[in-house]
């Protein structure tokens, strides 16, 4: 079966760490992009990293510049996004997804995981 799998969320205090992973599995991992996007209550989805596992290249939004790093682990077909020094805005639920048209559209998406940023 296709399928992302996301883990790693959890409650921090802000100034906090987490590490999020996203498995692949089922599809040829270094010919697709993978992002992670959040969602937090209220507020339409927003992209906030991705990369290509083929050749390193990667894409912060803005807000995350210099707190969060993605990186993929392509012997494992998983793709991490270290996220530091953590806000309260930073709270929501964080989704990875697979682009095989270098981001253009989005194709397959994972289960969200938690990310509770507390002040």
């Known amino acids: 079966d296709v399928q992302l799998q996301a883990s790693g969320g959890g409650l921090v205090q802000a100034g906090g760490s987490l590490r999020l992973s996203c498995a692949a599995s089922?599809?040829?991992?270094?010919?697709?992009?993978i992002g992670w996007f959040r969602q937090a209550p209220g507020k339409e989805r927003e992209g906030v990293s991705c990369?290509?596992?083929?050749?390193?290249?990667?894409y912060y939004d803005d807000s995350v510049k210099g707190r969060f790093t993605i990186s993929s682990d392509n012997a494992r077909k998983t793709v991490y996004l270290e996220m530091n020094n953590l806000q309260p805005e930073d709270t929501a639920i964080y989704y990875c997804?697979?682009?095989?048209?270098?981001?253009?559209?989005?194709?397959?998406w994972g289960q969200g995981t938690q990310v509770t940023v507390s002040s």
């Open positions: 997804a697979g682009s095989q048209s270098d981001g253009r559209r989005w194709e397959l």
């Open positions: 089922g599809f040829a991992f270094d010919e697709y992009a």
């Open positions: 990369i290509s596992p083929s050749d390193g290249t990667t």
